[in-house]
Every structure is written in C-alpha cells, then in structure tokens.
C-alpha cells in the first residue's frame, strides 16, 4: 500500500470512495469531468466561493492509482487559551468496504498527523461515527452541547423597548452576525477564527430553502444576537445546526436571549408551538423560562479533539498561579510527543517546558486524556473517574493546568 496526498485531478476518487462508504447518489462521469471552481471577482461572490485549505490524505493499491480509502484534513486558525493556533479539521473517513479492517484509514492518519506536526498545528478536531475507533488515533471527547426544545407557553413576555429585531435578507449585510461570534467565541478553545460567518448564507438560497435570519440589536443599535431558523416536524421553530440542518442561535448575554424568545414567542405563536436551540456547555437559559413543563433537553458530545504538539501545547496552555508538573505522556501516533514533560509556569511569563529523563512523573497519561485536560473539556477534579491515568504525586499541582474551559467548534468538517 502507498500513502500520499491527492492531486487535485484525483479527487474524483475520494468522492466516489465516500458516495460508496456513505451510500449516496453519485454521477462518476460528471464528476471525473468536474472543473475547480473559480471564485468570482466581486465581495459576495469571493465571500461565497471562500474555500477552506484542504488536504486529502489516500492509501493506494500498489499500483498507486486505486483509492482504498482517504481522510480529508481541513487547515484552520483556531484559539488554544488566547492564542491563535492551527488547527486540522478531519473529515470525510471513508473506506472502500471490501477493505475495511486492513489498517487503511490507520496509515492515513499516522501520514496526516504526521505532516500536522512539522507545519506547525497544535490541534486536531472531529465528528465521530465511533468514539471507541477514533481514541485509538488519540483523539477523545470534547466537551458537551446542549439542545433545548421549549414550548412557546414558557418563553419569556415581551421585553418593551429593551431592543428591536431586523430580518436579514439575500443581499443584506451580515457582519453583524460575525461581530456576534467573534465576540461570544473570543476565548473559546478550538473555535475557529472566521473571517465570514457562514459563506453558505451567501452561496445558497435561504428564501427557497424556508430558513429565516433575525438579528437583535440593544437600546444603542448594537447587535447582540441571532437566530437562522427553518419549520421542522409540525411545530417546531428550529434552530439547531447539524450536518443536515445548517442553522444557528447566539446570544451575548441574557437580555438579548430573552428579546430573541420574545420576539419569537410574539411574532410565530400562531404557526409554531416549540423553539429548539443549542448552546455550549456552561451557559444556562433555563433561568430565563417562565415554566419548565414541556421542556425537553439534549446533552452530546462536540465531536473528538486531539493535541498534535504537546511541546507547543504545553507552552501554550494557560495555568493559574505558579509551580511545576511533570507529565509523561504516551502517543502510539506521535513519538515525538512520547516521554516526560516538565513544565514550570508563574504568572506574567510564557511556560517553560522541556523534556526530562531521570526524573519521576507526577502524572503518567495517554495523549487523548492530556488533550481532554488540557484544553478544557476535563478536569483535574475528574481524575478518579480516568482510569487511564495514573496520578503518581496526588499533592502535584494537577488543578492549576488542568481545569474546566468553554471549548467548542462550531463549524462542520
């Protein structure tokens, strides 16, 4: 077998190996036919065509022509603890399934992990189809979403004039919608720097697609939330985002939550009876619900992370106080990470690391367990319930590097 990265005229092999992994409808001519795309020359159109860099990673038959199986790893600016780090994206894990189970996908990840770690990423992040399969590349789960249906009957009464609410449509500007998640995702770990909100809300046809964006803006006009909403089921004012259902629901504080429910509440009544919307882990609207009968609420992972460069990781990480940690770490895909870390960090100074010998561990950990503790979804006060990790000085400073973060990708890969 032979690992490499696809040229862009081979792409066509992935796609046809994912139609078949995935079993959707597939045109092999038209696709073998199929030119790049080149974006336009005006904003909206370049805004529109804005492409992510991409790398598509495939096993080959011997004769280096067949496709086997492929991953895809998409480049991204993401934040790690205030700072601005890459971050690899891994998508589209397809194999052909006559051969399944012969370590193809394995060899795609041990060649992409591999160039990660000498351009410079820090990160990695994905959508599991199976928890179990993806640790064994050292990714483990991030932190939670929640997804709240509500009722109308308990949403919140009308706010008065604590703000208005302005309906975006094709053609409007949507920097406010950026402006918002910049702002709500500014010291988020893992999520991603956009310089578009969502390309697609220009690309696509939202009116044909009967999804809806209303912007609310305070007293002073500033914009402070949003919600992209589509009918589902009979009665359902949706505004979850998934693969298959691209909305959105944001809010900077509880005042422009409160006016988005009031708003919704005021103006749909009459054509919906429940409002369903996420929010990442650590933020609570249930405060803001009049009744809590009816309400119904959805807890799930935010996909896997994974640190591809522990020495950069470390470095970077923000730690509270001052002191020292000895951490050894085990990586079956990267030896370079493998080994005892020593990191020394005080207030007001960028952390010192370096690898020791000679020196016993105060944590002995495998490369998912750091990432989960590290970047925030973990915490030290959850060791006892990681059995794959062995506390060896339980009076180490554990809690002043690993402690609980709002770590959450939004976008979709």
Request: charged content about 25%.
């Given at each position: 077998?032979?690992?490499?990265?696809?040229?862009?005229?081979?792409?066509?092999?992935?796609?046809?190996v994912?139609?078949v992994?995935?079993?959707?409808?597939?045109?092999?001519?038209?696709?073998?036919?199929?030119?790049?795309?080149?974006p336009?020359d005006?904003?909206?159109?370049?805004?529109?065509s804005?492409?992510?860099?991409?790398?598509?990673?495939g096993c080959?038959?011997?004769?280096?022509?067949?496709l086997?199986?492929?991953?895809?790893?998409?480049h991204?600016?993401s934040?790690?603890?205030?700072?601005d780090?890459?971050m690899?994206?891994?998508g589209?894990?397809?194999?052909?399934p006559?051969?399944?189970?012969?370590?193809v996908i394995?060899?795609c990840?041990e060649?992409?992990?591999?160039?990660?770690?000498?351009q410079?990423?820090?990160l990695?992040?994905?959508y599991?189809?199976?928890?179990?399969?993806y640790?064994?590349?050292?990714?483990?789960?991030?932190?939670?979403?929640?997804?709240?249906?509500?009722?109308?009957?308990?949403?919140?009464?009308?706010?008065?004039?604590?703000?208005?609410?302005?309906?975006l449509?094709?053609?409007?500007?949507l920097?406010p919608?950026?402006?918002?998640?910049?702002?709500?995702?500014?010291?988020?770990?893992l999520?991603?720097?956009?310089?578009v909100?969502?390309?697609?809300?220009?690309?696509?046809?939202?009116?044909?697609?009967?999804?809806?964006?209303y912007l609310?803006?305070?007293?002073?006009g500033?914009?402070?939330?949003?919600?992209?909403?589509?009918?589902?089921?009979?009665?359902v004012?949706?505004c979850?985002?998934s693969f298959?259902?691209?909305?959105?629901?944001?809010?900077?504080?509880?005042q422009?939550?409160?006016?988005?429910?009031?708003?919704v509440?005021t103006?749909f009544?009459?054509?919906?009876?429940?409002?369903?919307?996420?929010?990442?882990?650590?933020?609570?609207?249930?405060?803001l619900?009049r009744?809590?009968?009816?309400?119904t609420c959805?807890?799930?992972?935010?996909g896997m992370?994974?640190?591809?460069?522990?020495?950069?990781?470390?470095?970077?990480?923000?730690?509270k106080?001052?002191?020292?940690?000895?951490?050894?770490?085990?990586?079956d895909?990267?030896?370079?990470?493998?080994?005892?870390?020593?990191?020394?960090?005080?207030?007001?100074?960028?952390?010192?690391?370096?690898?020791?010998?000679?020196?016993?561990?105060?944590?002995s950990?495998?490369i998912?367990?750091?990432s989960a503790?590290?970047?925030g979804?973990?915490?030290a006060e959850?060791?006892?319930?990681?059995?794959?990790?062995?506390?060896?000085?339980?009076?180490?400073?554990?809690?002043?590097i690993?402690?609980?973060?709002m770590?959450?990708?939004?976008?979709?890969?």
């Amino acid at each position: 077998m032979i690992t490499r990265i696809l040229r862009e005229e081979e792409q066509w092999k992935s796609d046809l190996v994912q139609a078949v992994c995935f079993e959707f409808p597939f045109d092999l001519k038209k696709a073998k036919n199929k030119k790049p795309e080149q974006p336009g020359d005006s904003k909206e159109a370049r805004e529109s065509s804005e492409k992510i860099k991409t790398g598509c990673y495939g096993c080959f038959a011997d004769d280096n022509e067949q496709l086997l199986g492929s991953i895809t790893v998409s480049h991204f600016t993401s934040c790690f603890d205030g700072h601005d780090v890459k971050m690899g994206g891994i998508g589209g894990v397809s194999t052909l399934p006559q051969w399944r189970r012969q370590r193809v996908i394995r060899r795609c990840f041990e060649q992409a992990l591999a160039d990660m770690y000498d351009q410079g990423f820090v990160l990695s992040s994905l959508y599991p189809f199976s928890t179990n399969y993806y640790r064994k590349f050292g990714y483990e789960n991030n932190a939670g979403v929640w997804t709240w249906t509500v009722p109308f009957d308990a949403l919140p009464a009308p706010l008065g004039d604590e703000g208005t609410v302005e309906q975006l449509l094709p053609g409007d500007d949507l920097t406010p919608l950026l402006e918002i998640y910049r702002e709500f995702y500014k010291d988020c770990n893992l999520s991603v720097r956009r310089t578009v909100y969502d390309p697609s809300l220009v690309s696509e046809n939202l009116l044909e697609q009967k999804r809806y964006i209303y912007l609310w803006r305070n007293r002073e006009g500033k914009p402070e939330a949003f919600l992209i909403a589509k009918k589902t089921e009979e009665d359902v004012f949706d505004c979850s985002r998934s693969f298959l259902l691209k909305n959105g629901f944001l809010a900077l504080n509880p005042q422009a939550m409160a006016g988005l429910f009031s708003f919704v509440k005021t103006s749909f009544s009459a054509y919906y009876k429940r409002i369903r919307f996420s929010v990442p882990e650590g933020i609570h609207p249930d405060s803001l619900f009049r009744e809590s009968t009816g309400i119904t609420c959805h807890w799930s992972y935010n996909g896997m992370l994974r640190i591809v460069n522990v020495r950069e990781a470390l470095r970077l990480c923000r730690c509270k106080g001052s002191g020292t940690v000895r951490l050894f770490v085990s990586d079956d895909m990267l030896p370079q990470n493998n080994g005892t870390w020593q990191v020394t960090f005080a207030p007001g100074r960028e952390n010192l690391v370096e690898k020791v010998s000679g020196t016993d561990a105060d944590i002995s950990l495998p490369i998912s367990a750091l990432s989960a503790l590290l970047c925030g979804p973990r915490s030290a006060e959850e060791l006892p319930w990681m059995p794959e990790v062995q506390v060896h000085d339980p009076n180490a400073p554990l809690g002043q590097i690993f402690y609980r973060k709002m770590c959450q990708v939004m976008d979709l890969f």
